[in-house]
């Protein structure tokens, strides 16, 4: 399986989905992030405000910031190459770099005997 890495423009928090306005691109992003973790697949994902030092260790990107600035983020990286600039994958992106079926870009749920988990069993 590929590794793939985000290296994001600078953000509010690590995922970016807070405030008062929350970006959809953003919301759409965190969702299939986590959910690839759920199924065991890992995504690394940096923002500049929380990881300003690997911005500048990791020699891809700080060559590409020096060279065309933070207007290039956000930047995907995936086996060490860099894949997309200016925009994050799409979810077709996503299952295509990592070799992932589509099943695992969304939630999944385990429903036995109809028992949705909560307490009462009625959600």
Known sequence: ?????????AMCCDTGV???SVDQELLRLS??????KDQGVLVERYNL??????FVDNQTINTIL???????????IVDGKVFKK??????????????????HLTA??????????????CC
């Open 49 to 54: 405000t929380n990881n300003p030092q690997i």
């Open 1 to 9: 399986m590929s590794q793939m890495v985000i290296f994001e423009p």
């Open 18 to 20: 807070c405030g008062p």
């Open 86 to 103: 200016q925009a994050y994958p799409t979810n077709e992106e996503i299952k295509e770099q990592l070799n992932v079926p589509a099943s």
């Open 66 to 76: 020096n060279e065309e600035g933070v207007e290039a983020l956000p930047v995907t």
């Open 31 to 36: 969702t299939v992030l986590n959910n690839l």
């Open 108 to 121: 999944q749920f385990n429903v036995i005997n109809n028992d949705c988990g909560c307490d009462d069993g």
